[in-house]
């Protein structure tokens, strides 16, 4: 599936699309509300007397009061908030965007000091883990407010293909990731999951588009091992997080561009209490245009999708809502006459259709002062079936028919106790329920079809607290128990972080994990149903250093796995595997390790940022014995180049930003595709990939609302980067499939 402009009558449909959402201008000056509340992390009660500095266009100092809220007038602008207390970790918050018509909500949840370093220390706290923020959602270049895209600004994240947010984690399979919301395990929150793979079936873990929009997301992370409690994952975890509605007024925000229309509302049930909904609508524009006669290539592209939370605070309790639902298509149609065929895919009329579902709730209860109850349960679905139709009786093609259907129940519920002034325990567990059922067919002749049921278990206990003056400790023993397979291990954890001064730490973490294997190895034959579940084991030593508004991260990682399904005949591991077909045998006996250093350099200052990162890695496996093979997406290195520059007219009202991204690295390996067979021997290497993607964006505050205009260009030099090779059984020779080329999106947007 490829997203293509051809033309200028496409680009001024879009601005007459656009230019129906303008409104009057208002030129008088305006403040807007900046609100919060802080609470404490240990026992979620309220914090008062917390200092929050902001600062940027016009600075301000608050204090929270003796319900831990906070509020403040201020202008339209972007700043930083700086949130102290004598006995919490500082935090610091970058690029807070402040919108003329929308009422800015900053919560903070503060951790306790654990060491003492000196009364005046300013340390923010640091967490292993990439930020998704807001800011990074709309700001970053060709980002396209899709929250797994922005880990392509970070060196030990790369992306698989243009086409689709599919990322690898320092050269291990995109199949390693988990994605969590709120907490729990969901199925793919992805639509299109068909984008750029070779063979036009479903991935595990990405898609051409998020059905996460950037209008429901708070600061969220994306996490590298080892991980955190109750976790089914080896190489990264998107943590994501619904923000809730506002509780006070009603707020509106539509959004228009090539690729999608959003409208969200947000507001409170009543004005005497504090519930609050928050709903987001999105209709796929392309679909949109298309219909109203705008060509976009070959394929029709839809999606929709539904999103909501509701927030219900009860005396003390917090109870969180939340669900969404949707679906998508692409339809493709091979030309009618048989003289214009040019490849097999046109042979074909192709339907993919996809539909995902989500509701889920949270419950927060302070059951004391030193003691908090969380539990988290969710319900998620997708079903995605392909269909691939011959047209034509001249030649014969095999008819195709996949489908592929997921259910999972997930829950997560823990005790947090907070042991003196410095130490804390958290207690708990997490219980998952997995039906996956597989369905492959050529002609009609079932090639893999089967339901597979899991039950996972995930308690845990960790311990946190203080050793000496400058040392935090954070030790815990995690289960990961499947009965399905009478499978058990413990999984150790622990981190030592050593505060040497108040600007600088050095981190040392160790810990193991484990991940249950996809269901299509699984079902591929009846002797796989008994595979064991691949572990790793995690070590890393970080270092990290401000000074003025600049960090300095270095972080050294060795990992090792085990227990990785391979077939020694065919050249199979599973560490290399995305979304392959596979039906043959497969044991439990590969293994594999990852090892590297990261190096990123974060500068913020006054509406500029820069962040150059480089990550220098090798990811090898074995399929049986201790030879060592390369891995599939072993790149060597990425670098990464990402910055940008607001600049504010002189009414203080108008801001132009110009942002970009750079992106470098070595090519994937791939298998010979000269016979067309299955092959899994990764032994080719594609050319090294170059791509700067561009972002051009105008905003205005008026007296009641803010516009912005934004203009993002993935792969502004048009650079021609070889995406991968494949044998054309009717051209009968190896053809090329690019990456995309130069891509032009433009959106509006309006908060009100």
Request: glycine share 6%.
């Amino acid at each position: 599936m490829v997203f293509r402009i051809s033309s200028f009558v496409q680009v001024k449909s879009l601005l007459v699309f656009c230019s129906l959402f303008l409104s009057l201008d208002a030129s008088t000056q305006n403040t807007e509300v900046l609100r919060g509340r802080c609470i404490n992390g240990s026992n979620q009660l309220a914090i008062s007397g917390v200092s929050i500095f902001v600062s940027g266009l016009q600075n301000y100092q608050l204090f929270s009061d003796t319900t831990g809220y906070f509020y403040a007038l201020v202008s339209p602008g972007i700043y930083r908030i700086i949130v102290e207390h004598k006995d919490f970790r500082t935090q610091l918050r970058e690029n807070i965007s402040i919108e003329a018509g929308k009422e800015e909500i900053q919560n903070f949840e503060l951790t306790e000091f654990a060491v003492n370093l000196s009364p005046i220390t300013v340390t923010p706290e640091k967490k292993r883990e990439i930020e998704i923020s807001p800011f990074k959602i709309q700001q970053y270049a060709a980002v396209f407010y899709d929250p797994a895209r922005v880990l392509n600004s970070h060196a030990g994240a790369v992306n698989t293909d243009d086409q689709a947010n599919h990322v690898t984690i320092r050269g291990t399979s995109p199949n390693y990731i988990q994605w969590k919301i709120e907490g729990v395990e969901v199925v793919n929150p992805n639509h299109l999951e068909n984008s750029g793979t070779i063979n036009d079936r479903p991935a595990l873990n990405g898609g051409g588009v998020s059905m996460l929009s950037a209008q429901l997301l708070e600061t969220s992370g994306f996490r590298f091992a080892p991980f955190l409690s109750g976790s089914n994952v080896l190489s990264g975890m998107f943590d994501l997080r619904f923000r809730n509605g506002n509780d006070k007024k009603m707020e509106r925000t539509i959004q228009a561009s090539f690729l999608g229309t959003d409208i969200c509302l947000e507001g409170p049930f009543s004005k005497k209490g504090n519930a609050s909904y928050l709903i987001n609508f999105r209709y796929s524009t392309i679909g949109l245009l298309s219909k109203l006669g705008v060509n976009f290539g070959d394929e029709q592209t839809n999606y929709k999708d539904l999103s909501f939370v509701i927030a219900l605070p009860i005396r003390r309790n917090t109870i969180k809502l939340f669900g969404m639902v949707g679906n998508s298509e692409t339809v493709f149609k091979g030309p009618n006459d048989s003289a214009l065929v040019t490849i097999r895919k046109e042979l074909y009329d192709i339907d993919y259709h996809s539909f995902t579902a989500l509701s889920g709730i949270s419950v927060t209860s302070p059951l004391s002062n030193t003691v908090f109850l969380k539990t988290v349960m969710a319900y998620s679905s997708k079903n995605t079936r392909r269909s691939a139709y011959p047209k034509t009786d001249w030649l014969t093609v095999a008819s195709e028919d996949d489908h592929y259907n997921q259910e999972k129940f997930s829950a997560l519920s823990f005790v947090a106790r907070r042991i003196g002034n410095h130490s804390r325990m958290k207690l708990g567990s997490g219980v998952n329920y997995f039906t996956t059922s597989v369905y492959s067919a050529i002609n009609d002749i079932e090639l893999v079809k089967g339901k597979l049921e899991e039950m996972l278990v995930l308690p845990f206990i960790t311990f946190e607290s203080a050793l000496l003056k400058k040392i935090e400790m954070n030790v815990g023993l995690h289960g990961f128990i499947n009965p399905r397979i009478d499978f058990m291990t413990l999984q150790p954890r622990a981190s030592l972080k050593y505060h040497a001064s108040r600007d600088q730490e050095l981190e040392f973490s160790y810990g193991e994990d484990a991940q249950l294997q996809p269901a299509h190895l699984s079902l591929a034959s009846s002797r796989n149903r008994n595979l064991k579940p691949t572990r790793s084991k995690s070590f890393s030593l970080s270092h990290q250093v401000t000074f003025k508004a600049n960090t300095f991260k270095t972080e050294i990682y060795y990992q090792l796995f085990d227990q990785i399904p391979v077939n020694v005949f065919r050249g199979f591991s599973a560490f290399n595997y995305f979304n392959e077909f596979v039906n043959f045998d497969l044991e439990s006996t590969g293994s594999a390790k990852v090892y590297g250093v990261d190096f990123t350099l974060e500068k913020m200052f006054k509406g500029f940022y820069i962040i150059p990162s480089v990550s220098i890695y090798n990811s090898l496996y074995t399929l049986k014995s201790n030879s060592y093979f390369t891995g599939r997406f072993n790149t060597g290195y990425n670098a990464v180049l990402t910055c940008g520059k607001e600049f504010t007219m002189e009414d203080k009202r108008r801001f132009i930003s110009v942002d970009m991204r750079m992106v470098s690295r070595n090519g994937y390996l791939e298998t010979s595709p000269s016979s067309g067979s299955n092959n899994y021997v990764f032994s080719g290497r594609l050319p090294s990939y170059f791509r700067l993607d561009f972002r051009l964006s105008y905003r205005k505050n008026r007296q009641r609302s803010t516009v912005i205009w934004a203009l993002d260009i993935q792969n502004a030099s048009n650079a021609k980067n070889i995406a991968y090779h494949y044998y054309d059984s009717f051209t009968k020779r190896i053809e090329t499939r690019y990456q995309l080329g130069l891509i032009p999106v433009l959106s509006y947007k309006i908060m009100f």
